[in-house]
């Protein structure tokens, strides 16, 4: 079982839709990222999480400690939004920079 | 434009040959690493740095050498290409404050073909 899992693995919306992403971790951490990797694209970190809620125009990211839990939310979901959504937990093992990695969410938004 | 510089976008190797991928970044950021991200899978860990003069092994480092003599430059040495690293790779970096990391910054990364 990966330490980090996604749901769903593929998404699709119609613009306009509320979409909800989830990630569910194992592991004790220090803080989780959620990532945006556009098709062909290079990495983009959107939040660093270590509790509660954070907001960034139309995204929106909650982290629930002690379920493990965490959701990455995009509301009046646009085609620009359509991308890979990676969730990474950081173990808080200090300098070591090993961040556990989920295999993504594949989120298309149709026009 | 501050951030992580890597290059080439896109290689062929042959079989055997050697290469060199690098990266630089220009924010000072201490720690440095490379990921290879393969499809199906998440990204995973090859090698990293936590400062100048100083590196170690990630999950995947068999086949691939790194040095860090400065802050800003962490090249990657494929040794003798095998078609198993055939992948997407990318560098990141980021600062240390206690027992996080922040300020992930990736670069655009490096689609490797091995034929």
């Given at each position: 079982?990966?330490?980090?899992?996604?749901?769903?693995?593929?998404?699709?919306?119609?613009?306009?839709?509320?979409?909800?992403?989830?990630?569910?971790?194992?592991?004790?951490?220090?803080?989780?990222?959620?990532?945006?990797?556009?098709?062909?694209?290079?990495?983009?970190?959107?939040?660093?999480?270590?509790?509660?809620?954070?907001?960034?125009?139309?995204?929106?990211?909650?982290?629930?400690?002690?379920?493990?839990?965490?959701?990455?939310?995009?509301?009046?979901?646009?085609?620009?939004?359509?991308?890979?959504?990676?969730?990474?937990?950081?173990?808080?093992?200090?300098?070591?920079?090993?961040?556990?990695?989920?295999?993504?969410?594949?989120?298309?938004?149709?026009? | 434009?501050?951030?992580?510089?890597?290059?080439?976008?896109?290689?062929?190797?042959?079989?055997?040959?050697?290469?060199?991928?690098?990266?630089?970044?220009?924010?000072?950021?201490?720690?440095?690493?490379?990921?290879?991200?393969?499809?199906?899978?998440?990204?995973?860990?090859?090698?990293?740095?936590?400062?100048?003069?100083?590196?170690?092994?990630?999950?995947?480092?068999?086949g691939?050498?790194?040095?860090?003599?400065?802050?800003?430059?962490?090249?990657?040495?494929?040794?003798?290409a095998a078609?198993s690293q055939t992948?997407?790779?990318?560098?990141?970096?980021?600062?240390?404050?206690?027992?996080?990391?922040?300020?992930?910054?990736?670069?655009?990364?490096?689609?490797?073909?091995v034929?």
């Amino acid at each position: 079982k990966n330490e980090v899992e996604q749901s769903p693995q593929n998404l699709t919306a119609q613009e306009g839709e509320f979409i909800t992403i989830n990630c569910s971790y194992s592991v004790g951490i220090s803080a989780l990222h959620w990532l945006q990797q556009h098709p062909g694209g290079g990495i983009v970190s959107l939040f660093m999480l270590s509790s509660g809620k954070k907001k960034h125009g139309r995204l929106i990211a909650t982290i629930n400690i002690q379920e493990k839990h965490s959701s990455l939310h995009i509301t009046a979901s646009h085609p620009r939004d359509s991308a890979v959504y990676i969730c990474a937990v950081d173990p808080g093992s200090g300098a070591t920079n090993k961040l556990i990695f989920g295999t993504g969410t594949l989120l298309a938004v149709q026009p | 434009n501050a951030g992580v510089t890597q290059t080439p976008k896109f290689q062929v190797l042959k079989t055997g040959q050697s290469m060199t991928l690098q990266c630089a970044q220009d924010m000072n950021h201490e720690y440095m690493s490379w990921y290879r991200q393969d499809p199906g899978m998440g990204l995973r860990l090859i090698h990293y740095s936590v400062g100048a003069g100083i590196t170690d092994q990630g999950e995947v480092p068999n086949g691939y050498n790194v040095s860090r003599s400065t802050t800003e430059d962490f090249p990657l040495r494929l040794l003798s290409a095998a078609p198993s690293q055939t992948s997407v790779y990318f560098c990141a970096s980021s600062y240390s404050a206690g027992l996080s990391n922040y300020g992930y910054t990736f670069g655009s990364g490096t689609r490797l073909t091995v034929v």
